[in-house]
């Protein structure tokens, strides 16, 4: 059964907008790298344009994969839950058959 919603901690919300936050800031102030020039390694205020992009591609991927495991909690406590369920009525029917049993 897919489910219609997810739940996701507020932890992970919270991560996950960092996240996208830090990286649309790179891209904001990302620059064209001219690579006729050598740039200075240990000048880390200049953001170029290929640093934004594969830092923003893992971003996207670590978001992905924050949503991929609240997806699979989700339907492993859906699946417990149905699990539950199902033990608890065999249960009550049980039970129920009992009764009648020795009603008759």
């Known amino acids: ?40 390694l240990e000048d880390d205020s200049v953001i170029t344009y290929p640093e934004a992009s594969g830092y923003s591609l893992g971003t996207l991927k670590s978001v992905i994969e924050c949503l991929d495991i609240a997806v699979a909690i989700s339907e492993a406590e859906e699946a417990k839950m149905l699990h539950e369920v199902e033990e608890e009525q065999r249960q009550t029917s049980t039970q129920v058959s009992d009764i009648f049993a020795v009603s008759v």
């Open 1 to 40: 059964m897919d489910p219609r919603y997810v739940l996701i901690s507020r932890d992970t919300v919270d991560d996950i907008k960092a996240m996208a936050a830090r990286a649309l800031k790179k891209c904001q102030d990302a620059q064209p790298y001219d690579f006729s020039k050598p740039l200075a």
